[in-house]
């Protein structure tokens, strides 16, 4: 825009300096293509108002066409390298973006990688280690254990062993004590702190449940396997405690016990001890010896279809021992496994021991242990 500007200015300047018959040739007042005159200002310097001077049409209109093309041009030239400059940024971002991508596929791949290998490792050690492995047991009872040990350890402490009887296809933990009536003692029943519960079904009572150091049932399946071992007899011990820390025992000189299909029948021999023979009761309706085993859903009891406690009808020795297990027969005189005395409710049946009493009742017991132990053979 300037540079027509001032070419105009020098036309205006060149032809008022040819004469007054140039610039009478062009009358102000008259009109290009009916538009206005172009106006100029003056060229002395302070005047006042503006000169006229009219510049032939084809000279403004090639000036201005002219000038239209150069900034056209210019226009265009603008664009296409704004358009090369763009295309060119957006071809960079896109290969910024392409690279970026490309490093985070490579660490999603890496990281895939060790994902897989870390897996593959767990689940190499969780396979180990709950891999069934052979057990190395100590013996195949606590007797046998002691036994072995008795020459290279001069105490031997009591505490969970690893037995394996003779016979059998299986191993499994038992409790020895090894420091009471000179030790070999494996434990089949613990009560101590009432934290156990022993209203159990037939199945808990044949595998065994509780916590070996403290309360527990073996299970009827483990104590037959160790009992019925060739040449070998197991001599039953009860170690019991009163509520007043008064202790007592009973013990029987031959125990075994039949297999799953009778009930695991309980045999007794000679009894001795200072709680009486509650197995055995005072008469022979009371005589749990040769009982078989009976549990809340399995009722071997000999109430059938009931029997009579006093003025009692009982159907069901388990449900009146509040659902425990025990070699009932019309219920009888013993059931280590009752419940603890509940003081507050006075509803639960306790632990029993009938013929142990103190003028004429019966202790409350708090605690007992049920071990047997191998008896020495004559050879």
Not at 61 to 84: N, P, T, Y
């Amino acid at each position: 825009m300037w540079t027509t500007s001032l070419i105009l200015l020098f036309l205006s300047h060149l032809l008022s300096s040819n004469g007054s018959e140039n610039s009478s040739s062009f009358n102000h007042s008259e009109t290009i293509n009916d538009e206005a005159p172009v106006k100029f200002p003056k060229s002395t310097v302070g005047a006042k108002g503006w000169d006229t001077c009219s510049i032939p049409c084809d000279v403004t209109v090639k000036l201005l066409r002219d000038e239209k093309h150069s900034i056209c041009g210019q226009l265009q030239q603008s664009l296409l390298a704004f358009g090369r400059s763009t295309r060119k940024l957006m071809r960079d971002v896109m290969e910024e973006q392409q690279r970026a991508l490309d490093i985070l596929s490579n660490q999603v791949t890496e990281l895939m990688t060790k994902v897989q290998m870390l897996s593959s490792e767990v689940q190499r050690s969780n396979t180990e280690m709950y891999s069934v492995k052979p057990v190395q047991s100590h013996g195949r009872d606590c007797s046998d254990i002691k036994d072995n040990l008795i020459a290279v350890v001069p105490k031997i402490p009591s505490g969970i062993y690893i037995v394996h009887p003779e016979n059998t296809d299986s191993s499994f933990e038992v409790f020895c004590e090894m420091d009471y009536m000179g030790g070999g003692w494996t434990v089949m029943q613990r009560r101590s702190d009432g934290l156990t519960d022993f209203k159990r079904s037939w199945i808990d009572y044949s595998d065994g449940f509780g916590h070996l150091p403290g309360e527990h049932w073996l299970g009827l399946k483990k104590v037959f396997q160790i009992v019925s071992q060739k040449e070998t007899r197991f001599q039953l011990h009860i170690a019991l405690v009163s509520q007043d820390d008064v202790t007592s025992y009973a013990s029987y000189d031959d125990f075994h016990l039949d297999n799953e299909t009778q009930f695991y029948g309980i045999h007794l021999g000679r009894y001795a001890g200072s709680a009486g023979d509650a197995f055995r009761g005072y008469e022979q309706e009371q005589n749990q010896d040769t009982a078989p085993f009976s549990a809340s859903d399995v009722d071997n009891d000999g109430c059938n279809p009931s029997c009579s406690l006093g003025n009692r009808t009982v159907e069901s020795c388990s449900a009146l021992h509040n659902q425990t297990g025990w070699w009932f027969n019309q219920c009888g005189l013993a059931n280590l496994n009752g419940s603890p005395e509940d003081t507050e409710s006075n509803q639960r049946t306790s632990i029993l021991w009938d013929t142990w009493r103190q003028n004429g009742v019966p202790h409350g017991i708090k605690a007992v242990t049920m071990k047997i132990r191998r008896i020495p053979t004559n050879n």
